[in-house]
């Protein structure tokens, strides 16, 4: 028996339909090898991992940034705080929840450590 036709016969077993059967085993031998598709999953897997990673690293980054802002608007709350008269204290405090002013928005920000850790 024809080593075509004996692998035509033992691959009608499987659910694919016969013209896409034909069309594989139409194929040069080396297109047919099991290389093909293990390489196309391992990059498959490669770039899935690559993407993760990019979302993580950008979580971390912005959990970072979060972490620093709390522990700047703690410090300035504790400064307020601090302030020994009670209209000193409530002006700070009133002065931390406005808005900052359009120069000062311009301006650096006071924080650089927020800034470096959004640069890298």
Same mark, same amino acid.
């Given at each position: 028996?024809?080593?075509?036709?004996?692998?035509?016969?033992?691959?009608?077993?499987?659910?694919?339909?016969?013209?896409?059967?034909?069309?594989?085993?139409?194929?040069?031998?080396? *297109? !047919?090898?099991?290389?093909?598709?293990? &390489?196309? +999953?391992?990059l498959t897997i490669l /770039? @899935?991992?690559?993407?993760?990673?990019?979302?993580?690293?950008?979580?971390?980054?912005?959990?970072?940034? *979060? !972490?620093?802002?709390?522990?700047?608007? &703690?410090? +300035?709350?504790?400064?307020?705080? /601090? @302030?020994?008269?009670?209209?000193?204290?409530?002006?700070?405090?009133?002065?931390?929840?406005?808005?900052?002013?359009?120069?000062?928005?311009?301006?650096?920000?006071?924080?650089?450590?927020?800034?470096?850790?959004?640069?890298?």
């Open positions: 028996m024809n080593t075509r036709a004996a692998r035509y016969a033992a691959a009608s077993t499987l659910p694919l339909p016969r013209p896409v059967l034909a069309w594989w085993y139409g194929l040069p031998p080396a *297109l !047919r090898s099991t290389r093909w598709p293990a &390489t196309l +999953a391992f /770039a @899935l991992l690559m993407g993760f990673h990019s979302v993580v690293q950008s979580a971390v980054k912005q959990g970072e940034l *979060l !972490r620093m802002s709390v522990a700047t608007r &703690t410090q +300035a709350e504790w400064r307020c705080h /601090a @302030l020994q008269g009670d209209r000193q204290r409530a002006h700070c405090l009133r002065q931390l929840d406005e808005a900052p002013a359009t120069a000062a928005a311009n301006a650096p920000p006071e924080n650089t450590a927020a800034l470096q850790v959004a640069q890298r």
